[in-house]
Every structure is written in C-alpha cells, then in structure tokens.
C-alpha cells in the first residue's frame, strides 16, 4: 500500500510562488510515476504535471507550462511543485497520485492519492 501525503499548500498573492511537496511511504516510490492534479470548487480534477519514476521526463498542463516545475527526490521519496507566477485561478486543492504506470494525464491511470493541500491565490 502507498502512502502519499501533499505539503505546502496556502494562501498567497497572485504573482508569489510556493513549493507542494509529495511525500510516500513505500520504499520502491523510485519506481511509481507521479503526478499532481488539482481541483477547483464546482469542477472537475485536472492534471497539472507529471514526472516519470526517473525524473527524466516530465509533462505539463498548458495552463501552468512555464510557470510550474515538477521534481523528484527518489531518495527523500519525495516529489515536488515548485509553483511561480501564481494566478487566482491556480486556487484548487492539489492532490499528487502515484502508480507504476507511464506518465498519464487522465486521473484513472493512477492508484494511490494523497488527501490533498489547499492552495488559496488571492487578486
């Protein structure tokens, strides 16, 4: 069973920036894909990026292409959001998902969910 818990979530001003960080129980996270989704009141989840279990590849949304950074740290098994430029319409809670799949876009490709963290951007 894996365990993912999100960090880092707030409230900010639009332009400011913070970091969500991802952290998983299992000793193998090396091997799982992660990625970050989110979910504003009143809509659907949506992916925000993903990385490949060795970090050597990554998507984006395009809404957050340039703006947001996703990393890992298989050794801390920890993955990260460093989130910059942030807009009001970034505010959602941000969930991260991990599965021993390819890096997908769509939520059914992943397993194990963290609870998510709250990220409030004010105008």
Do not use: H
């Not at 990385?51 to 998507?59: A, E, F, L, R, V």
């Amino acid at each position: 069973q894996v365990q993912l818990v999100e960090s880092g979530g707030g409230l900010v001003q639009t332009g400011d920036s913070l970091r969500l960080s991802c952290a998983a129980s299992v000793r193998t996270f090396s091997s799982y894909a992660v990625a970050w989704f989110r979910q504003a009141p009143g809509k659907e989840r949506e992916f925000v990026a993903a990385i490949t279990w060795t970090g050597g590849s990554t998507d984006y949304a395009d809404s957050v292409k340039g703006r947001f950074t996703i990393s890992r740290d298989n050794g801390k098994r920890t993955v990260y959001l460093q989130m910059n430029s942030l807009k009001p319409e970034d505010t959602a809670v941000y969930y991260c998902a991990a599965d021993r799949v390819n890096i997908a876009r769509i939520p059914q490709a992943y397993d194990y969910w963290g609870r998510g963290t709250q990220v409030t951007v004010s105008s």
